[in-house]
């Protein structure tokens, strides 16, 4: 009886995957250059990337099919899926700002921890050492306007390891969170993208009632939170631990061309030009 490593079987499902992509370009002949993913600098400043806008209202379970080895973004039952690349398509109008907060794990094994989900290489991976449900606390300094979240995972890879229903709560610490999302993946491989929406913040009392004297919808608004907790709950075969490759955080893009813009769809204040009221922006 021959057993197979992890590391021996993650190399034959690569090989298998290459294969198949070496059968397809053989068909398609030189077609297969022109479906290149598009990273950030392919992407003009205000030109909308396919699939991004139409995002659903996000309420209650959704489900997303994953096998599918399609370059553009495809949007299904609330969820934004993109094949499996290591570059991630995204709205030019969003910014990521994982970097501003702190990460933390409910477990993990030596060596496959934050820095693994946060590197940008789609090859490392989070695995989770316990029970779960298995956690990611995502913790920023300040309020945060957060307009989605991108997981890339691999079923072809993880098998057992991918996660299959995902919790998404927010609040203002770990003892107030709130569920604002619940979504079921099946199979998913690539990058799965999961909008998030939240009403206006009682504290942002200057942004209401801009919103009010303006008669500016407050539907689609990004969620503003302190933090923001990722739940997984369940992983496909009853696995029990589990894999995440990439995790990021996306929000608003502020300033230049697009402040006009994000006043009226983000509810963002002007920011002070000049120095003499630069010193109000802030109460000390």
Same mark, same amino acid.
């Given at each position: 009886?021959?057993?197979?490593? @992890?590391?021996?079987?993650? =190399? &034959? &499902?690569?090989?298998?995957?290459?294969? #198949?992509?070496?059968?397809?370009?053989?068909?398609?002949?030189?077609?297969?250059?022109?479906?290149?993913?598009?990273?950030?600098?392919?992407?003009?400043?205000?030109?909308?990337? @396919?699939?991004?806008?139409?995002?659903?209202?996000?309420?209650?379970?959704?489900?997303?099919?994953?096998?599918?080895?399609?370059?553009?973004?495809?949007?299904?039952?609330?969820?934004?899926?993109?094949?499996?690349?290591?570059?991630?398509?995204?709205?030019?109008?969003?910014?990521?700002?994982?970097?501003?907060?702190?990460?933390?794990?409910?477990?993990? /094994?030596?060596?496959?921890?934050?820095? #693994?989900?946060?590197?940008? *290489?789609?090859?490392?991976?989070?695995? %989770?050492?316990? %029970?779960?449900?298995?956690?990611?606390?995502?913790?920023?300094?300040?309020?945060?306007?957060?307009?989605?979240?991108?997981?890339? =995972?691999?079923?072809?890879?993880?098998? %057992?390891?991918?996660? /299959? /229903?995902?919790?998404?709560? *927010?609040?203002m610490t770990h003892h107030d969170l709130t569920e604002i999302r619940l979504v079921e993946l099946s199979e998913p491989i690539g990058w799965v993208t999961i909008p998030l929406f939240g009403a206006p913040d009682p504290l942002d009392v200057l942004i209401l009632q801009q919103q009010e004297s303006n008669n500016i919808s407050t539907k689609n608004t990004p969620l503003r939170a302190h933090f923001i907790q990722i739940s997984i709950i369940s992983m496909h075969q009853n696995g029990r631990d589990?894999?995440?490759?990439?995790?990021?955080?996306?929000?608003?893009?502020?300033?230049?061309?697009?402040?006009?813009? =994000? =006043?009226?769809?983000?509810?963002?204040?002007?920011?002070?030009?000049?120095?003499?009221?630069?010193?109000?922006?802030?109460?000390?």
């Open positions: 009886l021959i057993v197979l490593s @992890d590391v021996e079987r993650t =190399m &034959a &499902a690569r090989r298998r995957r290459q294969q #198949q992509e070496d059968e397809v370009s053989l068909v398609n002949g030189s077609d297969a250059d022109e479906s290149e993913i598009l990273g950030d600098d392919d992407i003009e400043e205000g030109e909308e990337v @396919d699939g991004m806008e139409s995002i659903g209202d996000g309420d209650g379970e959704t489900t997303i099919a994953g096998a599918n080895n399609s370059n553009s973004s495809i949007e299904r039952g609330g969820l934004i899926y993109q094949g499996p690349h290591s570059t991630l398509q995204h709205n030019p109008q969003l910014r990521e700002i994982g970097h501003e907060a702190v990460w933390s794990l409910s477990t993990a /094994k030596p060596g496959n921890g934050v820095e #693994q989900i946060r590197d940008g *290489s789609c090859d490392t991976y989070w695995q %989770s050492d316990g %029970s779960h449900p298995h956690l990611i606390n995502i913790q920023f300094a300040r309020r945060a306007s957060v307009s989605c979240l991108s997981f890339y =995972m691999d079923y072809s890879l993880d098998e %057992s390891y991918t996660p /299959k /229903k995902i919790s998404v709560k *927010s609040g589990t894999h995440v490759r990439q995790v990021k955080v996306y929000g608003p893009r502020r300033g230049g061309d697009n402040t006009s813009w =994000m =006043m009226q769809h983000y509810h963002v204040l002007p920011e002070f030009q000049t120095v003499e009221m630069t010193q109000y922006a802030a109460i000390r």
